[in-house]
């Protein structure tokens, strides 16, 4: 067994573009991206898993990196077809897409597991990085919007975050149980990163699966994290309006003072570099960097400069 | 409820043509099609009916007139991907028929009857005639090639009908019920018709639902069938190679044999226009003319004279 070297906490689009970095500065076989699995989705009978799949896609460097989900050039006659026959098409599913939705679906019919799905997927695919679920159970993040309680992608892509978020409610994560290697790969990681994701919806679900807050919490290497908001806003979704409509100061600040427990260092962007004494104040330290990742110069700039902070933590 | 006026018993390709012209020639809603469902297959955890869905596509307008099946300019991103997976992929699927498909596997799956599944579909497609499988039951062809037992599309599209066929294994057949309307339509019908099919493996399976061979014989409208073989061959697919394998004779003469029981008039192409009388003697009568449906306006003039020769027999 390869021991894993670097653990990932990871959600989707942001994530995706960190680790597509990390796998350039260092062997990617020594990377193990933990993945929320809480915005799953049973859509047609297919068992879709957004996250996960926008890490494969992005690794295997087949991303629709216009949208950063979805394969590139992928057509959509299968959902065309759906839509005729009466289905809703909010949420958007290539035909290539659907081909690995189909496999997944018809394994975890057949009995296997889902992090042994996943496995085949990323080596069929060619993916050297090791990509493991939060959990091979089934919860599932819902958003309590004060009016009603909405299955994560119905808020997200079906309503397009447009509902306010009094609550995240995690459906059945008191009964999940880890991923089998997922406790392994964060004991023997020489860093723990926490990917530029959303706090509430990717980052809070991995860390709420009983077990994994505690083993992050417990492990002696460090544990670094990606800011995903930048100057008070974040570069992708929803996280600043539900830090907002959660309560938290939608800034650099409050993505410090939620991962506090955790965290030995903070990575922010040049442009919150005014708030760096007051996140040390929280007790730890803060790297300032471009966090921007623009180009794939700047994903493996990024990387080198996370490493590098949880190098100079030990 | 619109009294059914043609029932038509049908299987994929020649099926579908003579189908098409038939709805050209008359309201497309008095037709009724019972179609062979002895070669569906679940593959990849789908449910795929192939001649169902060759006639749906057809009579939709969508078919790809070149192969005879699936749809016109369709892609097939997702067999691709599949296959990427370790799919076998020689099961050739296209990514508008995968829609159909999923569909159908998921509204089986909520527990829908597979002849509810079929009406929506070609409703939703917009086919006006109507379509009713054989049987709701899951009755499987086999091919007993001698040194084993093959199910049908293993023979037929993986392995090209290239093996011997010593004997025709209808798994199930006996526990099959027809489907609910089938019964009705040939007993209200003005005339059945039994289109140019494979008489083994297309209508054969059709007359081997309990009870529909026997509504066939009992019926006292006309039964009028299209002869699959033309100057000793098939127009399409293995029929002739089955015939002489099964010691029939590979002309009109041994479709007119198989079908004596059931079948007042015979329409036969004018290249077996000698063959007439010998068929005459089996106690039916012989229509002659052209039968190859190379053009809309062959289909059409084929439905005509079927039409014809049904009302001559009254």
Redesign the interface.
Known sequence: MCKSRLAVLAGGVGAARFLSGLVHVVPPETVTAIVNTGDDIVI???KVCPDIDIIIYTLAGIVDTEKGWG?ED??S??????G????ETWFRL???????H??R??QL?QGAILEDVIE??RL??GVPARIVPMTNSPAQTHIDTGTGILPFQEYFVRRACLDPVQNIILKGIEEALPASSVLDAISTAEAVLIAPSNPFVSIGPILSVPGIRDAVIRTNTPVVAISPIIAGAAVKGPAARMMENLGHEVSVLGIARIYRDLVDVMVIDRQDSALAAQIEELGMRVVVTDTVMSSQRKKNSLAKIVLQASENVK
Chains 1, 2 share one sequence.
């Open positions: 047609h009978g297919l394969i992928d057509t006659n299968c959902l065309s077809m759906l005729k026959l009466g289905h290539g035909d290539g897409d659907i081909g690995v189909i496999h679906t018809e019919r085949d997927i069929a695919l």
